[in-house]
């Protein structure tokens, strides 16, 4: 099993949440981005850079990825190629795609697109609260918890 990061619109409290994850339970954790990230000193945490342009991370996810494996994003289109690899996908608010949910979600997403495109205010994604991240650590838990190799 491997963390995946879609690591250009992380927030950072959810990077350090990974980051003692990956320590703790010794799963390999890559962050993917556009631009450099800085990771702490670890045999388990390491840092991708792709060339700029449009979802060239997400590109590189979805190529690399295998079943089993974990992504952290909040990109639907992504987790939704991921979740057709077999691998399951995480958004930072602790919402778990699989196979059962993320058709509904992707239909949501690409309704909210077509609003937008024909001018309607949609507004932005909530602020990430406390409950988010206590969300996310406990689902990340979880997965790893049943995933993750035994040291």
Not at 63 to 83: F, G, M, N, S, Y
Request: aromatic content about 4%; glycine content about 6%; some cysteine.
């Amino acid at each position: 099993m491997r963390l995946w990061v879609d690591a250009d619109a992380c927030p950072n409290v959810i990077k350090d949440i990974l980051f003692r994850a990956a320590d703790r339970v010794g799963v390999e954790t890559i962050l993917v981005a556009n631009q450099y990230i800085r990771t702490p000193p670890s045999a388990h945490i390491r840092s991708l850079q792709v060339p700029g342009g449009f979802d060239a991370a997400d590109a590189l996810i979805a190529e690399r990825v295998e079943r089993d494996d974990l992504v952290i994003t909040a990109d639907i289109p992504l987790a939704a190629k991921v979740v057709a690899k077999g691998a399951l996908a995480l958004n930072p608010r602790g919402e778990l795609y699989t196979a059962d949910s993320i058709a509904q979600r992707l239909s949501l997403r690409n309704f909210m697109d077509e609003l937008r495109g024909a001018g309607i205010d949609t507004g932005g994604p909530a602020t990430l609260h406390a409950r988010d991240r206590q969300a996310f650590a406990n689902q990340l838990d979880r997965v790893l918890a049943q995933r993750a190799p035994k040291p």
